[in-house]
Every structure is written in structure tokens, then in C-alpha cells.
């Protein structure tokens, strides 16, 4: 991925016109609330996604990047609303590139170089929004339910394709597998027919082969040794036509009608009535406990499910991410299990019964095609109306619901009207029908047993065919669930373990044993922790929100090495672990300082001792942050920075308003104070709210920069820097006037007072003053750099007082001996 | 969708891989090692892993190559 160097925003948000210097190392934005913070994390996101991930989401109608993208005085202009990034990209050996969007032109963002491996690492970066983590996201991670929380880690590690490739696989294979009961039911009926028209009870090859050469004996023609695959009973017969005689031969007419008494008598048969029987004492079971309502839900979530198409629902067209609809559904299902098996054992039972009215009406349509072209015409209608009532009772038992409706049917399923006059018909026109001579008789029978027979082998090929497809189906969708459920189980795991090594080096003071336990089960992922050695529970069920707010950000981190690995270049913190402690916010300094150390973060917080956290802990080292004081409409945010505030004064006071500049240079000098003591190791009355006024810190900041000048002259002295010696004793001239000027030894007496005075001067008399003061704070910092002086290192002996860019490099400690 | 091929190489020789695509590349890995789906392997890894294809057409046609 990448590292920012600097970014510039223009009109974007609530920001004007800010540019951050980064140098691809940790950053942090420190101010109050509504100072802009997050307009710069927006401003990041936006720079590499084209999206704003505030405006946009849950909750946020009527937002958009396009109308509340730009900084609100440039709502109409969004051509004036960009944001710029410089940045390096590690992989490819530092090299550089420059990404510029605005909102105007969101989506075609300006890249430079656009050499496709640029382009490669910023599609890869905009393809991993999840490089910004804010509390939002983080606490989803730890406290959302099972659903959810899975929905979440796997879009982060962007595992929607698994998803979608096992809905398609099990979504084939269930389809190919519904398939098999009608092909096997018509190769059934083909076999039955096949038989039917051999005047044999059962198929066999040895039967079929027997019966033709009996037939192709009165023909004179060759007798078949063995029926094979393309073996024709006709073969021989000369080159007349191949098609079924266009008489209908008595034959062939005996034998439907003999196939259609049997399959009305069989319709009737005991295991017929049995099978109807107990498909109606379940039928009625579903009914009188009151359980249609549930069979109903259940009938349409299990329709809904094979009919989902990956996409979106089948019913409501509401989109589902992959995973998540089965997800939804699964729990409802759980719950109608029972109703299910027992919807199942019927289903079975009436599977028999309407194989039988398949059959059936199968006959009663061959007889009603039959009727038609014999000599003597038979009355048909009431065959068809028995047809119409077949396909009837069918539908409804295959509808299922009502089910009332179906117990009327199982009531009546193997009735049969009264054919009588019909069947007496049939069989005096069959009679009637010239016999055949016996060399036609044979000739119809081999033509006609030839169509049976390719029929029979053409449902027998689709059966096997279909049985292969739904074999390979079914084993295709067993090896990915394996295979897929053994890789998500690993990486889980992986996570796991990662996780909990960065959360006990979180808290290694109280929880050095902690453990977790990453549950993935289907559509969910379960998250316990370990409470203290009592067990495991969920987060949120012992554990404080600060340690929750700590799961969250470890969790994500795990994640995050997990998906990108060395390639995990950058992240932006908004202002999370605001519930974390003091203490355990510097663990989260050292973990991400030695875990992370080729990650550059940039954090956002409103607490300024987290910022000094960060620094004090080399979290954040230099000027590695922007530290805001104010925001207004029309300037955006503000920094606490020297050159601002001066000119901010002047601007007060060439309006006359001495109050504001006044409570400005205290307000600066009471910021300056805190930071001049810190870098220089001041010592300070402690305070435990932290809150340190103006009185509090000046003093002693003064007091310390005087007291290191004194030993940095001293040890120059006594290495014998002459050069150096020089230098700080004019450096320390000037401050010993400085401190004059701004009446610095008053402070000691009664700071409250002395500046209460401020408020009373005139502009004329003000003036000098701030000038004074401006000096006076000069003196703090590198005239090269501007960077405060700091004294190093941070705890223990004070060895050298230093800048940021090595102008002011001193010995504090003399040469010994 | 999936457009990166775990096994080529991109970035100066960096394989780009994403946890699916590792994932999916495991499950291709074996369906070569089934005898009885390693006919359908090369094809229904193309259309995942290269095409980023998912759609139950595209895969039906790559699990029954025969049919028409």
C-alpha cells in the first residue's frame, strides 16, 4: 500500500485551505471538539476511495459527498472542494506519487505518475477502505451479535466471493438433485411401457432379445446374438420407412389398453391406499395442532432459499451480501425444524401417490390419443375429464398448502369414475381392428418395440446423466465446504492467537493470560474472551469499555496483518479508545510502536494528554502532529501554531479589541507553557485534573530553558567548544532581556494579577507587551527550525538540549575528570 | 469480484494474493486433485480466479461441460 507524506485540503469539509507534513510517519490531530479533526480523516478517505464513509451509511439520509463534500461557502463550486495527497509507495521502493481528487470529479481522481503499477497500488488501497477504522466500526467488531459481527470481519478480510461461489455450488447442486425423481419416474414409465409393449412382465435384455427374434424369425431375418447400447430389433427390415406404422396396429392397441387397465387398477391398489392413508393422518396432524401457520412460513422461507440467486431476496428484492440471507434465514429454519421433517415425511408419501397419477394419466392420455384414430370412434370425454381431475389432485399435492385443500384431495386421489361404458368400447373397436398377417404382425412389433426400446434407452441415458451431474454437483459443494471451512477455521484461529498476543500486551499488568475464542459457524462468528480465568464470555458481558474499546482496536489490527501483512503500510485511528486509560493508552503506544513499525498511523483524538502520551511515548516523534484550538466558518480550523497566533493578535488589536487579544496571548502562553515543560523536563506543581493555568507552567518552563542554557554553557566549556560557548552566552543575553521585557519576575509574585492588568491596557501599551512576549517565546525554539528546543532524552539523566533539525545540538553533561 | 491471480506476479515480483483468492486457490488445488472433478478444474478456476465471474450460469456451464 502506501505512506502519506503530506496532504493538502482545499475547501473541503470545514477545512479552507490546511496542509500536514507527514513524512510517512505517525501523525496525530489533537483539538478540541469541532476543530477539524476529522475533516482531515475524511479528507484521507476521501483522497483514496472517492467516498465519505460519514456521509454515507445508515442514518445518514440525504447525505452525500457530491452536497456536503465541499466546505459549505463552496457548496455550489464542488470543483474547488479537492483534496491532495503525496505519497510513497514502499513496494515499490519508495517511489513517489501524487493523487488529487475533487469533489466535482469524484470518481476520476488525477494520478502522477500514471504508470499502471501507481495506479495498481491506489486501486489496491481504494479497494481496502477499512485502512480507516473510527469507534463506530471498532466497537461493531466486539459487541455486535454473531450475524453481524461476521458480516463485518468477513467484508474486512473480504470474504463475500467464498460466499458467493458456496451459494452457487449448493444452489446447482440442490437443483440437480431435485431433478433425479422425475428422470428416474420417466425411465419408470419408459420401462413399463417398454415391457407393455414386449407383453412381458419385466425388462430384461435376455427377454427383449427373445421376444424380437421371434419376430424376425417369421421375417427370415437374422436372429440378434446380444442387445447392446446400438443394437436395432429392426435392423434388416429394408429401407421403408422407419416411423410407426400409420395404422394402428391391434398389437399395439391391445397393449395400451392392457397398460391402461393395469395402471387404474394399480391406482387402486393397497399400497396406493396405504400410502394415501398415512399421508393423510399427518396431513390431518398438521392441521389440527394448529401448525399450518408454520408449515406456511417454512414452505416460503425454503422456496425462498433455492430460489436466491446470490443477489437479493426472491420475495422483496432486498439485497443480501452472500452468506448473509442464508444467514438470516438459517435461524428461522432452526426454529421450524420439527415442522420440517414432519413437512418431509409427508412430501414422501405423497411422492408415491403422484408418481401413481403420473403414470395414470400418461395412460389416460394415450388412450384418449388412441380413441382418436380408431376405426370405430370412441367417446373420449369422459377420459378427459378423468385427465382434467388427475391433474388436479396432482397439482394441489405437489402445491402442498392448503392443506386442507390437500387432505380433500388424499380423500378422493385414487378414485376412479366409471369407465365401464368406455372400456367396453376400447375393447370391441380394438377387437374389430384387422388382425394383422403374421409377417406384418411382426414387422409392427419390431418397428413399434424399436421406439419403445430407443425411448427407454433415451430416459436411461438421461438418468444416468443427470445422476452423474448431481454426483459431481454434490461433490464439488462437499469439497469446497470442506476445504473452505478448513482454510476460515485456520484463518480464524491465526486471528485469534494474533489478537490475543496484542491485547495481553496491552494490559500485561492484569491480563498476561489472556485468550479468546473466534466461533465461526454458518453466516455467524461467535467472540468470546477470557474474563480473569473464569471462562469465556462475550465482551461486553465483564469486561469495562475501555478494555472492549482495546478489543476492538486489537481485533482490527489483527485483522488487518492478517489480510495485508507486510503490505499493512497505513491507518487512520478517528479518536478511538476514548474510554481507554491513561495507563493503558501508553500500552497501546508501546504495541503499536514494536508490533506495528512499518505501519504509519495517524490518529485523531480531542484529549490533548493522549497526544502527549503519544509523544512522550515515541508514538509521535517531532512534529508529527497538528494541534488545533479553535475552528470558525470562514478561517477552518486552527493550529497552536506561534506564527498563527501572532498574527491573530495583531488582527485584534488593529480592531481596538484589547480583551480578545488579551485572553489570546493567554490562552497561547498557557499552550506554550504545557509544551515548553514538557520538552524541557520543567518541573511543575502536580496537578491531578491536569488542568495547568497560565501561573502553573510558566515559571517553571522558564526556569528550566534558563537552567539548561546555564549547564549546556557549562559543558561546552569543559570540552572546550569555544564556538558554542559563544553562542549560548548571547542566546542567554538575549533571554535574560527577554525575560525583562515581559515583566517575567512579576509572574512569580501573583501571575493572576499581572494579567488581569493585561485587560485594562490601552492597544498602545499592549502592544510592546505581546512583542515582549513574542520574543520572550522565540527564544524557546531553534532559530532554524522553529522547533522547540527539547531536552533528551525524555526520562532519566538530562544528557543534551536539542532542535528538530540539529542546529541546536548541546552537551548538558561536562567532560568528566 | 476477484481479478488478481494469486499465482502470477505483480509489484516487482510481489504476488498479489487476497484471502479469498488463497482460499479459492486451495479448493481449486483440490478439485485437480479429485479424479473425478479434475477435468473441470483449469475451466472453473479461469472464470473464478481470472474472470471473477460467479454467476450460476457461467459455473453450471463449467461443472457440465457436455451439456448444451
Redesign the interface.
Known amino acids: 500500500m502506501i505512506r502519506i507524506q503530506k496532504i493538502r485540503i482545499q475547501e473541503f469539509r470545514g477545512i479552507r485551505d490546511l496542509t500536514l507534513e507527514l513524512k510517512g510517519a505517525n501523525f496525530a490531530a489533537c483539538g478540541p471538539n469541532g476543530t477539524g479533526k476529522s475533516g482531515i480523516v475524511d479528507a484521507i478517505e476521501f483522497a483514496l476511495t472517492g467516498n465519505i464513509s460519514r456521509l454515507s451509511g445508515a442514518g445518514t439520509g440525504g447525505l452525500s459527498v457530491k452536497a456536503h463534500g465541499p466546505h459549505v461557502d463552496y457548496r455550489n463550486k464542488p470543483e474547488h472542494a479537492v483534496v491532495s495527497l503525496e505519497v510513497t509507495i514502499p513496494?515499490?521502493?519508495g517511489k513517489k506519487a501524487t493523487v488529487t481528487r475533487t469533489v466535482k470529479a469524484a470518481a476520476t481522481p488525477k494520478i502522477e505518475p500514471p504508470d499502471p503499477?501507481v495506479l495498481?497500488?491506489f486501486e489496491?488501497v481504494e479497494q481496502h477502505p477499512e485502512f480507516v477504522l473510527s469507534r463506530r466500526e471498532l466497537i461493531r467488531y466486539v459487541l455486535s451479535e454473531p450475524g453481524a459481527r461476521s458480516k463485518e470481519v468477513q467484508a474486512l478480510?473480504?470474504?463475500?466471493?467464498?460466499e458467493?461461489?458456496r451459494g452457487?455450488?449448493q444452489?446447482?447442486s440442490n437443483a440437480e438433485t431435485k431433478a433425479l425423481p422425475k428422470l428416474r419416474s420417466l425411465k419408470h414409465e419408459a420401462e413399463k411401457q417398454l415391457a407393455a409393449s414386449l407383453g412381458i412382465p419385466e425388462v430384461s435384455s435376455a427377454s427383449i432379445v427373445a421376444e424380437a427374434n421371434r419376430r424376425r424369425a417369421v421375417l427370415g431375418l437374422a436372429q440378434i446374438e446380444k442387445l447392446e447400447g446400438m443394437t436395432s430389433l429392426r435392423e434388416g427390415l429394408g429401407t421403408g420407412s422407419t416411423a410407426a406404422p400409420v395404422r394402428i396396429t391391434k398389437l399395439q392397441a391391445s397393449a395400451d389398453f392392457q397398460h391402461f387397465r393395469e395402471t387404474l387398477t394399480r391406482l387402486q391398489s393397497d399400497p396406493i391406499e396405504k400410502a394415501c392413508g398415512e399421508a393423510e393422518t399427518k396431513a390431518s396432524a398438521l392441521e389440527m395442532e394448529g401448525r399450518i401457520e408454520e408449515l406456511d412460513r417454512e414452505t416460503l422461507l425454503t422456496s425462498a432459499l433455492e430460489r436466491y440467486?446470490?443477489m437479493q431476496c426472491p420475495v422483496c428484492d432486498t439485497p443480501f451480501e452472500p452468506g448473509a440471507f442464508e444467514a438470516h434465514l438459517a435461524g428461522n429454519l432452526a426454529r421450524l425444524e420439527d415442522i420440517g421433517k414432519l413437512r418431509a415425511s409427508l412430501e414422501s408419501d405423497l411422492g408415491v401417490l403422484k408418481a401413481e397419477l403420473v403414470a395414470t394419466g400418461n395412460a389416460v392420455n394415450t388412450m384418449i390419443e388412441l380413441a382418436d384414430k380408431l376405426p370405430t370412434k370412441v367417446e373420449a370425454q369422459p377420459l378427459i375429464d378423468f385427465r382434467t381431475a388427475l391433474r388436479g389432485r396432482y397439482a394441489q399435492l405437489a402445491k402442498l398448502t392448503p392443506i386442507p385443500d390437500t387432505r380433500s384431495v388424499l380423500t378422493v386421489a385414487t378414485e376412479v369414475p366409471d369407465l365401464s361404458d368406455v372400456l367396453e368400447f376400447f375393447a370391441t373397436a380394438i377387437q374389430s381392428l384387422p388382425e394383422p398377417s403374421d409377417q406384418d404382425a411382426a414387422r409392427d412389433f419390431l418397428i413399434l418395440t424399436q421406439e419403445k426400446l430407443e425411448h427407454y434407452r433415451s430416459m436411461s441415458r438421461d438418468l444416468a446423466a443427470g445422476e452423474a451431474?448431481a454426483?459431481?454437483?454434490a461433490?464439488?459443494f462437499e469439497?469446497?465446504g470442506?476445504?473452505?471451512t478448513k482454510?476460515?477455521e485456520k484463518?480464524y484461529a491465526d486471528v485469534e492467537a494474533t489478537f490475543a498476543t496484542y491485547y495481553r500486551k496491552i494490559n500485561e499488568d492484569d491480563e498476561n493470560s489472556f485468550t479468546a475464542k473466534l466461533l465461526p459457524s454458518l453466516g455467524k462468528l461467535g467472540f468470546d474472551v477470557d474474563f480473569y480465568g473464569r471462562g469465556h464470555f462475550p465482551p461486553g458481558a465483564y469486561h469495562s469499555e475501555g478494555h472492549q474499546d482495546g478489543m476492538g482496536l486489537c481485533l482490527y489490527l489483527a485483522l488487518m496483518n492478517?489480510?495485508l501483512k507486510d503490505r499493512f503500510t497505513f491507518a487512520v485511528l478517528d479518536d478511538v479508545l476514548m474510554s481507554v486509560d491513561a495507563g493503558h493508552r501508553r500500552q497501546v503506544c508501546n504495541l503499536l510502536r514494536e508490533m506495528f513499525p512499518h505501519t504509519q498511523f495517524i490518529f485523531t483524538t480531542h484529549d490533548e494528554i493522549w497526544l502527549r502520551h503519544m509523544r512522550s511515548e515515541g508514538l509521535v516523534k517531532g512534529r508529527g502532529f497538528a494541534h488545533f484550538r479553535t475552528w470558525t466558518v470562514e478561517h477552518g480550523p486552527t493550529e497552536w501554531d506561534g506564527r498563527n497566533v501572532w498574527e491573530e493578535l495583531d488582527g485584534h488589536l488593529a480592531m481596538h479589541d484589547v480583551r480578545s487579544a488579551a485572553a489570546l496571548l493567554r490562552h497561547y502562553l498557557e499552550h506554550f507553557g504545557k509544551e515548553a515543560c514538557h520538552r524541557l523536563r520543567a518541573k511543575v506543581e502536580y496537578r491531578s485534573d491536569a488542568q495547568f493555568a497560565l501561573e502553573d507552567v510558566l515559571s517553571p518552563a522558564t526556569s528550566a530553558l534558563g537552567d539548561a542554557f546555564k549547564k549546556a554553557r557549562l559543558a561546552a566549556v569543559s570540552w572546550g567548544q569555544t564556538a558554542v560557548v559563544e553562542r549560548i552566552t548571547a542566546i542567554e543575553a538575549a533571554f535574560s532581556e527577554a525575560k525583562k521585557l515581559a515583566n517575567n519576575d512579576r509572574w512569580q509574585v501573583n501571575a493572576a494579577v499581572h494579567f488581569n492588568e493585561w485587560t485594562n491596557l490601552r492597544v498602545e501599551d499592549f502592544r510592546p507587551l505581546a512583542q515582549a512576549f513574542r520574543s520572550f517565546t522565540e527564544i524557546f525554539s531553534c532559530a532554524s527550525c522553529e522547533e522547540m528546543l527539547s531536552i533528551s532524552p525524555g526520562r532519566g539523566e538530562k544528557e543534551g538540549l536539542r532542535c528538530g533539525c540539529g542546529d541546536v545540538n548541546w552537551n548538558l553533561l561536562g567532560k568528566k575528570g | 469480484m476477484i481479478k488478481d491471480d494469486p499465482k502470477t506476479a505483480s509489484l516487482k515480483g510481489e504476488a498479489i494474493t487476497s484471502v479469498s483468492g488463497d482460499i479459492l486457490g486451495e479448493f481449486f488445488d483440490a478439485m485437480r486433485d479429485d479424479t473425478d472433478l479434475a477435468d473441470i478444474e483449469p475451466t472453473l478456476r479461469r472464470i473464478v480466479l481470472e474472470d471473477g465471474v460467479f454467476a450460476e450460469p457461467a459455473i453450471r456451464a463449467a461443472l457440465f461441460p457436455n451439456e448444451s
Open positions: 513496494a515499490l521502493g503499477d495498481e497500488a489496491s478480510l473480504r470474504l463475500e466471493d467464498i458467493r461461489l452457487v455450488l444452489k446447482i440467486d446470490g451431474s454426483a459431481r454437483a461433490k464439488a469439497l469446497y470442506a476445504v473452505t482454510a476460515l484463518i492478517h489480510l
